[in-house]
């Protein structure tokens, strides 16, 4: 009898140490996969697509030009990949008679996003705080141009669109033109 109480003992304690053994931490746990800062927030231009409004301030009634079908293109930049460097699409109005264009040009103020809601609730957004910007274009005389203003933009990831407002002068232009967009995500 004491002799089998020991054999049940060590047959209990070799059980024991065999299914220790087989939940033994292992070295394939540790594949751990951390994005390197270049392959954050980096999938290159988004182009949103959508019906444009702009006009000279202070003469909308006279210069207000709606566009359909007007491209707008998003990259996030910087080292933090959460500016917007957002390219606005050529312009054309008519102003007392002169048909005036705006040239393409990208405007970046420097503000990072601030993201409110959630996926899983439906209203997660991205969102640029008004932010004065200044850069050069080449303008339809070959000429260039310089660009100042302000720009704020959203994009609601859920809905994939994209609102953005520029108001902006072009070259010797003594009035601001303002532009508005609201465009749906176009996969390239």
Do not use: R
Not at 80 to 98: L, R, T
Not at 108 to 117: A, D, F, K, P
Not at 168 to 176: D, E, Q, V
């Amino acid at each position: 009898m004491k002799m089998m109480k020991k054999n049940l003992f060590f047959m209990g304690l070799m059980l024991l140490g065999m299914s220790l053994g087989v939940v033994s931490c292992g070295d394939d746990d540790d594949n751990v996969v951390t994005p390197t800062e270049d392959k954050k927030q980096n999938h290159g231009a988004m182009n949103f697509v959508g019906t444009s409004t702009f006009y000279v301030v202070g003469m909308q009634e006279s210069t207000t030009t709606s566009k359909g079908g007007d491209n707008v293109q998003l990259t996030l930049t910087g080292d933090s990949k959460k500016q917007a460097e957002i390219v606005i699409p050529d312009m054309a109005y008519n102003m007392n008679g002169k048909d005036m264009i705006v040239k393409s040009f990208t405007a970046n103020s420097g503000v990072e996003y601030t993201m409110t809601g959630s996926y899983q609730t439906g209203d997660m957004a991205f969102e640029w705080a008004e932010g004065e910007f200044s850069t050069t274009t080449t303008g339809t005389d070959g000429n260039t141009k310089e660009v100042k203003g302000t720009i704020s933009a959203k994009y609601s990831h859920t809905a994939k669109k994209l609102d953005v407002v520029v108001e902006f002068t072009y070259g010797a232009m003594p009035m601001a033109i303002h532009y508005e967009l609201s465009g749906d995500y176009q996969k390239n």
